[in-house]
């Protein structure tokens, strides 16, 4: 064996030593960094705030999927008195299925203001054109080939149907949300 071939027998597990030593290091304060970075996330008082306090972290649909689960494992549905009804305010929204792809975003709100008649979905005018004992039927924005209609269960569990009929075929493609009053 030459002078020259000891000398990388040696050379290369002290080389490989020293990446791997220094790999690790960087390693561990990259992981480090991340945890104080992310020390206050899910922190928020709410479900709804959780949600929209981290989705913009979350970039592809099973990122959104676990902000939206471990939100809900730090606010848990709590279920609401059935005897209760919904008849003015503020409802925040939870898509729960669809007939179609799923609703662009985890939470919508809806606003009933009967004092001053403003009726909002997602900060969108739409008109209340009927409403029974159980549900509230809103019409929402209207195309030269569809037509936006939401229904409200008024009684708890609150839910709520955002459906779009699109003509000449009348296929209807809809959204299902699960509902709570918005707390202050």
């Known amino acids: 064996m030459t002078i020259f071939q000891t000398q990388l027998t040696h050379e290369m597990p002290r080389k490989l030593t020293l990446f791997l030593v220094c790999a690790f290091e960087i390693a561990l304060i990259l992981f480090v960094a991340a945890a104080s970075a992310n020390a206050g996330l899910f922190d928020a008082n709410t479900y709804e705030d959780c949600v929209l306090e981290n989705m913009e972290k979350a970039k592809t649909e099973q990122a959104l999927a676990s902000v939206e689960s471990i939100c809900r494992s730090k606010h ?6 059935t005897s209760e009804k919904f008849n003015a305010g503020k409802l925040i929204c939870e898509y729960k299925s669809s007939n179609t792809k799923p609703w662009k975003s985890p939470l919508v709100t809806l606003l009933v203001d009967r004092k001053n008649e403003i009726f909002k979905f997602n900060k969108e005018g739409i008109e209340l054109v009927a409403e029974t004992e159980e549900k ?5 924005y209207k195309t030269e080939n569809a ?4 229904t409200l269960k008024k009684s ?23 509902c709570s009053p918005e707390r202050k």
């Open 76 to 81: 848990p549905i709590t279920s609401t008195p």
């Open 136 to 140: 509230i039927f809103f019409n929402g």
């Open 147 to 150: 037509q936006v209609r939401m």
């Open 156 to 178: 708890s569990p609150f839910a709520l149907e955002f459906s779009v009929t699109v003509e000449p075929d009348n296929k209807k493609h809809y959204w299902n949300f699960e």
